[in-house]
Each structure stands twice: as C-alpha cells, then as structure tokens.
C-alpha cells in the first residue's frame, strides 16, 4: 500500500476520505475535535505540496436524504481554524456545484464536500456514484481509519478509480499502532475489555487469548461472567444467551495461561441515575434491587498494579458508566494507571469509542503512547478481519 508520503501533490487535487463523524451538541457545535485534529497532517502536507483538498466525509447516519443536523457545514470553523486557510463548502458531494467548485479550485485550497450519507448510494457502495466523487480529483488518499471497515463508495468502491491512491497520516499510524501491539507486543501484554456487550468483543477477546499475559474485563459485560458462575448480580446488565460463552472463555484463559481478571467488588446503585443509592458489593453476591455500575475499589487496586506493571496495555471500553460522575472513578483510575504504564516505558494503545473519550476527558490523550480514531474499525482489524477501505488502497 502507497502512503502519502510516497507522493508530491504539486499542482493536483487530492481527494480525501476523511472521518469527520465528530459529536455535535444542541447548538451544532463540535463537542469532540480529536477526529479533525488527526486529519489536520494529512491535509497540511498536501496543501504545502502545493496541492489541493477535497475532502469528502460522513456525518452520523441519515436515512432520508439532507437534514441540517447531520450537515458538514457546521464543522467548517473548526477546521479553517486549524488549517488556517479558509474552507470552500460544496452543499452537495456529487452533481453540479460540486464538480464547479472542484474544478475551480486552485493549489493551497480547501474544498469540504456535504456529508455524503446524504446520498443512499454511498451506504449501498453504488459504482455510477463512486464514479461522480472520484471524478472530481487527481490522486485518491483515504484517512479515513474509522470508517474502514465500511464498503461504502467514498471508503472504497471510489479507490477502483484512480492509479495513484494512498493512505494519509491517520491510516498509515493506526495501523502500525495495532500491528505493533499484536504483532511485537512487549510483555507483559495486558488487554483491558470493557463495555456493556460481551457479543461485541467475543471476536478480540478470542484472538487476544492468544497474545495476552493478562485480560482484564470489566464493565457491564462482567456481571454475565458472574451470573454464569453461578453469582447474584441484581438487576444489573446481563446476556442471558451468552452465559455459556462466558463459561468458555473462562476455561480457554485456563487452558491458555491467561490471566483472566474479573472485578471483584462494585460500585451497586438502586437506579440507572446519578442520584441514585449506592454501596460497595462483592460482584457474587449483589442484592436484589441493586445493579452494578462500576467497579469497586479493590477491583480498582488489583486492576491498577497489573496495568501499572506491563509493557504493553490495549484498552477498549470503559469499567462503567462513567458519563455519570458516581460511576466514573473505575475508569478514571484504570485511565491514570494506562498512563503510569505509559511514565514508565510502555506502549499504550486506546481504543477508540468511549475508552478514548475517557481519555481526551482526563487530558491524558498525550500522555498515552496512541489513542485510536477507530471504533468498530479499530476492533474489527484487531479481530483479523480485511478492512474494506485498506484492501481498496492495497488493489
Ligand atoms: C464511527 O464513528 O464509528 C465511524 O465514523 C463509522 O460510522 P458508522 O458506524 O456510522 O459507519
Ligand atoms: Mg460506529
């Protein structure tokens, strides 16, 4: 695969995959930036090159064509201020003014296409509208890691289109930031998997057995291990139909050497609000009308020595609900001890989703060795699966 820096972008138009998806609050301003700052290399490059951008991008997931909440326009301050070169707006990716505005763009301009979900056909990775996006530029670069895992036109059917195609900045350290750690992982290697769901990690938590010293689960889908251990767990989160696989996983950690860590205690609440009562329980035996919401202190303790001691940490989704402040210290602490992991000579990668929140939150997002733009793109590399918009650019 070509990266950018196998090309000079004098005097072409570089049109650019980029994972603009940030949060937007009430007033349509952007709540999180990580995802535009990591993009910011890729596009100064092109631009000092000589060249210009056009950049194309999703914003959330709109069903029926335009809606001003899912627009890109709103993300244009933040971004001309970061570039600093004022951004040209095309109000829609394909047809007309899109094709005007591209063609009028000269070298050192910015030019952000509207969010292309506004078009079915991008979901539905339809070729004649691929065509339409990949006719508006020279060279195809894809920064995109977050969205890589999607067989969309702009991710990937547009790539067919072009010779000269490569990676930016973004894709290029995302995926040599995984490799390293599950290829040339330093040890010990511990994996910190958190998060409601056992069903969304089962793949990464099989494939990590292989790798790791040390598995810590925490968060929600912890309490299934304990239901399928024959502990009381209250009302709290539970998959009633993967108790089984629980057990499994147990078993293979056993078989394997794996240090499987399950918290021991939590933080129970008698509601799902901040308010609610709460108290320390031992994870077997939470009372009835009680749920667990984070982990409790000496699941924090015992947590926080085996992050602290290795020289590999992955982390993917938070010990508990930590939007909500009573049930944050679990991953507050297991955030400080990544980053003590980090002082200390190891590598650090943060998954992205809530974990990498946490982290740019606490202002650690320096102080840990990556944090990943990539969600559902992130794990499903690490589970081994082809990312679509990486085979595309390797074609
Ligand atoms: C994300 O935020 O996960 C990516 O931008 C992909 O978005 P999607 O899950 O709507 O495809
Ligand atoms: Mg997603």
Avoid at 11 to 21: H, M, P
Avoid at 44 to 62: A, E, F, T, V
Avoid at 133 to 162: C, E, M, P, Q
Avoid at 197 to 207: A, T, V
Wanted: glycine fraction near 10%; include cysteine.
């Amino acid at each position: 695969m070509k990266t950018i820096q196998d090309y000079n972008f004098e005097g072409k138009k570089a049109l650019i995959r980029v994972d603009f998806n940030v949060p937007l609050n009430d007033q349509m301003e952007v709540t999180d930036e990580t995802r535009i700052n990591a993009a910011i290399p890729t596009l100064k490059k092109i631009l000092n090159d000589g060249g210009s951008c056009i950049l194309m991008s999703h914003l959330g997931r709109p069903k029926n064509g335009p809606e001003d909440k899912f627009s890109l326009r709103h993300i244009i301050p933040n971004l001309g201020q970061k570039l600093d070169v004022p951004v040209k707006f095309a109000d829609d990716c394909v047809g007309q003014s899109a094709t005007d505005e591209a063609q009028a763009l000269q070298p050192g301009e910015v030019l952000l296409l509207e969010n292309v979900r506004f078009h079915k056909e991008e979901t539905a990775g339809d070729e004649a509208f691929a065509q339409k996006l990949a006719s508006l530029g020279d060279i195809y670069v894809n920064d995109a890691f977050g969205t890589a895992h999607r067989a969309h036109a702009s991710t990937t059917v547009a790539a067919k289109s072009f010779e000269d195609k490569c990676c930016g900045y973004v894709m290029k350290a995302e995926l040599e930031n995984a490799q390293k750690v599950l290829e040339k992982a330093d040890k010990p290697f511990t994996a910190i998997m958190g998060g409601a769901k056992i069903s969304d990690k089962i793949m990464i938590i099989e494939q990590l057995l292989d790798k790791v010293d040390h598995l810590i689960i925490g968060g929600g889908m912890s309490y299934t291990f304990f239901k399928a251990m024959g502990g009381q767990i209250g009302n709290s989160l539970v998959e009633e139909d993967k108790l089984d696989l629980a057990k499994t996983l147990i078993s293979k950690a056993k078989e394997k050497g794996v240090d499987l860590q399950l918290p021991k205690d939590s933080i129970i609440a008698d509601n799902f609000s901040n308010d609610a009562n709460t108290q320390t329980s031992d994870n077997y035996a939470i009372p009835a009308g009680f749920m667990g919401l984070d982990i409790g202190p000496e699941s924090r303790e015992v947590f926080s020595k085996i992050i602290e001691n290795s020289k590999t940490v992955l982390w993917n989704g938070p010990m508990g609900v930590f939007e909500m402040s009573n049930f944050a210290a679990g991953t507050n602490t297991i955030a400080q001890s990544v980053v003590k992991a980090t002082e200390n000579g190891g590598f650090s990668l943060i998954g992205g989703g809530d974990s990498a929140a946490a982290v740019n939150n606490l202002g650690y997002g320096d102080k840990v060795s990556y944090v990943s733009t990539g969600g559902g793109a992130l794990l499903e590399y690490m589970e081994g699966k082809v990312l679509p918009g990486v085979a595309a650019l390797e074609e």
